[in-house]
């Protein structure tokens, strides 16, 4: 009876424990993915060249990891011992790779077994990469899920089968048995029951709490389908022609109409490649700039009068709290970050949405993390300080200076 009695504690317990791990165990499954979307994905993408090199094959390309963990951990100090590092640095000059020294060499294995988990452009099933690893990853928590329940059930049989034996037992030996007390009568397993709801129930309200007020992900529908892709990904234009305030202001600015006419007067027509919106329906270019049209009171062929023209009421999707101070052009122009940090693939995007949940959190450990950009950047030479510490190796060059070492962590840089 003993060990019936344990292997049924020790099987209830278990299922409690994998119930537990079931929902932390998402988050874990793709610690890869989320190392390379929270440190790569704004310069680099798996099958596709974009600020730096496609990642596909890198392995292939290096003669073993600890060569890729020591380029990683210092770009700009690995390019002087090894010559292939050399060659990627002057291809992609005058970028330069921003070194991570806080990623682990574990965290950059993850990163690489990642990449070769996501198929090869043009491979069959790889249209969408993306729902693909969220697809898998549904699939890892439907797994665990019904494992947890299974080993429950097993639990609670065992239970059962282990009161009925003692049952038995003392039936035949002569004993008087008691009633045994029903499951919702039992102290002991409503108390069980209820820290088990507790936790569960303080996990996801956290969770919720955490979230509250952010937006990642929203991606609203505007009054003009305008795609991203067909601006800044396929003809190159550059973010600051319509987002002017850009470099020089706090805000980035939201194009104007004229902004748009100073275009689309001569294109009146769209001859690109298919467009589809998030639905993955097709979406008729041509319509949308008559939709331009009609709010810049202009018809083709005739003379523009401007007066005519009323403000487009797109949809904000990027707005952080009244109470947070945020400045574009010392992001930008600075600290020269690029747009893909905060934003994304925007020029993949057809239809603009949130990429980052920019939390609190996630703001500062940006700030732990990215190193000062120094080299050719007025804006620094008040630190005279750090530039003399470097030269002479107070500072670990590898290492570099934090936006957190010039005060980028302190309270009163974003809160006023």
Not at 134 to 159: C, H, P, Q, R
Not at 334 to 347: N, S
């Amino acid at each position: 009876m003993i060990s019936l009695s344990r292997i049924a504690k020790t099987s209830f317990l278990s299922a409690v424990l994998l119930m537990g791990l079931s929902l932390v165990n998402p988050a874990s499954a793709q610690d890869g993915k989320t190392v390379f979307n929270t440190n790569c994905a704004s310069c680099h993408a798996v099958n596709k060249k974009l600020t730096g090199p496609a990642l596909a094959g890198v392995e292939d390309r290096w003669s073993d990891r600890k060569k890729i963990h020591a380029w990683v951990h210092n770009p700009a100090g690995f390019a002087k011992t090894d010559a292939y590092a050399a060659n990627l640095m002057k291809e992609y000059s005058p970028t330069v790779m921003t070194g991570f020294p806080n990623l682990s060499e574990k965290e950059i294995d993850a990163v690489l077994d990642y990449i070769k988990t996501v198929p090869a452009a043009g491979a069959a099933g790889a249209a969408n990469p993306a729902a693909d690893a969220k697809t898998s990853e549904g699939d890892n928590s439907l797994l665990f899920g019904v494992l947890t329940l299974i080993l429950a059930v097993v639990a609670l049989i065992l239970l059962q089968v282990n009161s009925n034996l003692k049952k038995l037992a003392d039936k035949h030996e002569g004993h008087d048995t008691a009633e045994p007390i029903p499951f919702w009568k039992n102290k002991s397993y409503i108390a069980m029951l209820t820290v088990i709801l507790f936790v569960i129930g303080g996990y996801f309200v956290s969770k919720g709490a955490m979230a509250l007020g952010r937006s990642k992900d929203y991606q609203p529908e505007q009054p003009i389908f305008y795609s991203h892709k067909v601006h800044a990904g396929i003809n190159q234009i550059n973010c600051q022609y319509c987002h002017t305030g850009v470099y020089q202001g706090k805000q980035a600015t939201i194009p104007s109409v004229n902004i748009c006419m100073n275009c689309h007067k001569a294109i009146n027509e769209y001859k690109g490649e298919k467009i589809f919106n998030e639905a993955g329906d097709e979406v008729n270019g041509t319509a949308e700039i008559q939709k331009l049209y009609k709010y810049a009171g202009y018809e083709s062929g005739k003379p523009w009068d401007e007066t005519k023209a009323k403000p487009i009421e797109w949809v904000r999707i990027h707005n952080l709290p009244d109470h947070v101070y945020f400045n574009h052009s010392q992001h930008v122009k600075a600290g020269q970050v690029a747009c893909q940090t905060c934003h994304g693939e925007i020029t993949k995007m057809s239809e603009v949405k949130q990429f980052a949940d920019l939390s609190m959190g996630w703001c500062i450990n940006c700030h732990r993390e990215t190193q000062v950009q120094f080299k050719d950047n007025g804006f620094y030479s008040i630190y005279e300080k750090y530039h003399q510490d470097l030269k002479s190796g107070k500072i670990d060059s590898a290492k570099g200076i934090t936006v957190e070492k010039i005060g980028g962590t302190e309270c009163q840089k974003c809160h006023y």
